[in-house]
């Protein structure tokens, strides 16, 4: 009994080395490189409108209240009660008893009641840290030291249009409030001050 042949191998092809391949050419390096620039101006622009336009909000937001200083005290308490409908933020305060949160380690502090409402067209942050309480004396007291020193402190929260939110605003110290301060974005954004009532 014969056994079979075994088959022979097929032929080979002759080894071809790949073709180089190509780097990218210069006109789609140049347009890389243009893109990158228009996208890098459209956000410098973007950063700038924003910056701009939160400082014309703070203008506006002040004229009212330096207005009410010339007007009667009692006209004042009615602004308060009754804000004007085309003020973007709201911003209401009232005496407060300080209730002290696990974490007060002593000393003596004050509290305020704050209500902000959003009345704008766009959303606002509303942070313990954009709030200052203003002494009867005209001491500006800032509220950074006392945070979570307050049982009730008002909430960080992003209010959109028609909402509201509320608190405890609290500074180190034992004084008699006069008035609060409300600084958006730590005064990048809208400035608005209430009378304590």
Known sequence: ?????PQPFPPQQPYQPMPPKQGMSTGKKLG????AFLLLFFLMGGCMAALSGGSDGSESAQAPSEQTEDTAEGEVEEAAEEPAEDEPVVLTAEAADFVPSVLHDGGDYTSVHVAVENNGDTAIEVNPLYFALVADDGTKKDTTSALGMSESQIDTV????????????T???????????????????????????
């Open 158 to 169: 992003t209010l959109d249009p028609g909402q509201r939110a509320e608190g405890l605003v």
């Open 32 to 35: 890389l490189g243009c893109g």
């Open 1 to 5: 009994m014969t056994q079979p042949h």
């Open 171 to 197: 500074a180190e110290g034992d004084f008699t409030p006069a008035s609060v301060e409300f600084e958006e974005n730590l005064g990048l954004g809208v400035t608005v001050t209430a009378d304590i009532g």
